[in-house]
């Protein structure tokens, strides 16, 4: 069942390539050994989403923390504010490295993906492995005009989720694998 | 949902969910599933007027999508029924609501018999199948012994006490449980009353004292009726007929249940007879498939019925003609390997685990007397620990008793227990992986322990003790064509990975031949973890800050058995290189494999 031919992969990955940024590309040859695979990164919408979130959710919590003790106790305790504002600092940049950190690439016979700054995960998932490839898009995700796309195998410790795509890209990321899983289909 | 809208949905949902389903597409993308497609619709509107009541419309709309894309046996299965009903004017039973959905399905199954089976399907997408589909809408209908009257002719019924009702034409016989079955609840209730005194002493006293001669019967004279209606009922509704792809079980009065198990994704079939069952001759079928935590069991069934329906479904799972699956019997079978007890009793005296339970048992009670002097607090811990001190010594031994392994053409054959007999098949290639564990105290003697995990299957020791060669051989007939690798040629973690895992690095190791990935771990009490390359389902690296300051990096392979083996602190590039010929190999692997089917 061993018909993927590289061809297959072209134009597929040209296309989600040509829709993600350009950083995409130079940000590939880093980890990349020789011929190496075609590295996606992930779109900024979901950068921007997690961003967002971390400010509003540590915004509010270092608003309570200061206004609260500063109003009943002293204006000096409203530095209680600060500790949830380094936080919000810190996460600011950690989500940004681990959103960069982020990427897959569609080769041939398989799918990689690689994530994390600290511990750092890669994964390879063979498309003749996959049982089932999931679409999904929480009510926030919606809003913002995301969507991720979890492959499934019949190891339930395969974790392999992109998440933050484009719709159309995990639409067409889906169709793909699974069309891809069909030819070259193994079972357990 | 009507059946348009579910073609629409399911075409999309099977498209993604089933690729397995989807393979063989091919003539699905043809006008005329098109047309099919507008066809399925309407007979499946007539057909829903009635058929809309049973919760099997709904199941089959979902399976409407699978099945236009065919491939599925289970379509051109569905399909054959149909043309029986077209033939045999046996649309009463329930099977023809979902032949009006199944219409499409033969015209695009690959199937080539599906192809004139869906011939008959148009004609039961006639009206007057569709009419009689309505009345399938009731389910008395179905179950009637009228059934089995206008059941075709093909000696439908060979004895009318096991194959009461029988689907059209196939010789698909339906049979029952063993009538002692409705009895393995009856402790139910005395369990209920005796929870509930033991729950609230004072209140049963209470209401045992209020309760007289007259109360006591009238009570008895309800509950003993209708328990013993309940039994009858839960046991006359459950049946069960093997087909030549599935294995079919309908439970339920309220609540309905219908299983269809495709034989070819059975993973092991299991007989095990509780010492009650033993007494009563009866025994119990374990069916374990992939994907399902609920596992499917026929309780029970009389011994030699459990036996021969064991044969005959491994027959069929492993690919004989359905003709012959009923005479091939049971296969013969060679004991590879008896354990003797003394053996057995000493290794669990030689293992840590044993004596770490039975001191835990002993030491913490009196510590926590001294402490607090309260005898429920002790109680309430001692009896877990002695439980486990239990189960860790005697219940080992009276469970893994009488160890026999035996290999025959459909696996092999695991026979042990003292009180519960337990009669386990473990089909070979379907074992993801095997672990040859090696405590600290077996190892003058070279004994080990061989572990395994089979996907959807709760066996998990295949060799409770043996010598290490002989335990060998038995793994190398469990993974066909895999030699265990020597000690010597694991290659060990690089020095450097003392620091991350102190003392303990030495533990680890690693071989990659052909057939396996060999990861070994442990000091005191050593492990090796086989996987074959063709079980590997996806491949992982990662890598701590810890490590990467080292320069080294863990390789987990995830097999299907929900098991990750991990090879871990391999030299970074060397994991590199590893996770991709790993994926490779586990692409090819899978190639050479042997067939699921493992006779045909």
Known sequence: ?188 | MTAPEAAGDAGDAGAVEAPEATRTTGAAETPEAARTVGDAGATGDAGDAGAAETPDTAQTAHTYGAARTAGNPEAAEVAETAQTAGDARAAETPDTAQTAHAYGAARTSGNPGAAEASEAARTAGNPEAAEAAQTAGNPEAAETPKTARTAGDAGAAETPETARTAEAGNGIAERRLHPVTPLRRAWAPVAVVIGWAVHDPDGAQRHLTRLDTTTLLIGLAVILPAAALYGFCSWWFTRFAVTETELRIRTGLVFRRTAHIRLERLQAVDVTQPLLARVAGVAKLKLDVIGTDKKDELAFLGADEARSLRAELLARAAGFAPETAHEVGEAPSRQMLRVPPGVLAMSLVLSGATWGSLAAALVVPPVLWLATESVWTVLAVALPLLGAAGASSVGRFVGEYDWTVAESPDGLRLDHGLLDRAHETVPPGRVQTVRIVEPLLWRRRGWVRVELDVAGSSNSVLVPVAPREIAEVVVARVLPGVTVPERAALSPSPRRARWCVPVWWRGYGLAVTDAVFAARSGLLRRSLALVPHAKVQSVRMTQGPWERARGVADVCVDTGANKTVRARLRDAAEARELLEAQAERSRTGRRDARPDRWMA
């Open chain 1, 1 to 188: 069942m061993e018909t993927g031919s590289p061809q297959d992969t072209g134009p597929a990955g040209t296309q989600g390539a040509a829709k993600t940024r350009d950083a995409a590309g130079t940000q590939g040859a880093a980890g990349a050994a020789g011929d190496g695979p075609v590295w996606i990164a992930l779109p900024p919408g979901l950068l921007k989403m997690r961003r967002l979130l971390l400010v509003v959710w540590l915004g509010l919590i270092s608003l309570a923390a200061g206004l609260v003790p500063g109003l009943l106790v002293g204006p000096a305790w409203a530095a209680f504010a600060l500790p949830p504002l380094a936080l919000m600092v810190w996460g600011w940049v950690m989500i940004g490295r681990n959103w960069r950190s982020w990427r897959y690439a569609e080769r041939a016979d398989d799918l990689l993906i690689s994530r994390g700054v600290l511990w750092r995960e890669e994964t390879v998932v063979p498309y003749g492995r996959m049982q089932l490839v999931e679409v999904t898009s929480g009510p926030v995700e919606r809003h913002f005009g995301l969507a991720s796309v979890q492959l499934h195998t019949a190891a339930a410790a395969t974790d392999a989720t992109i998440p933050g795509l484009d719709p159309a890209e995990a639409e067409r990321l889906r169709d793909r694998l699974t069309e891809l899983g069909e030819a070259r289909s193994a079972g357990l």
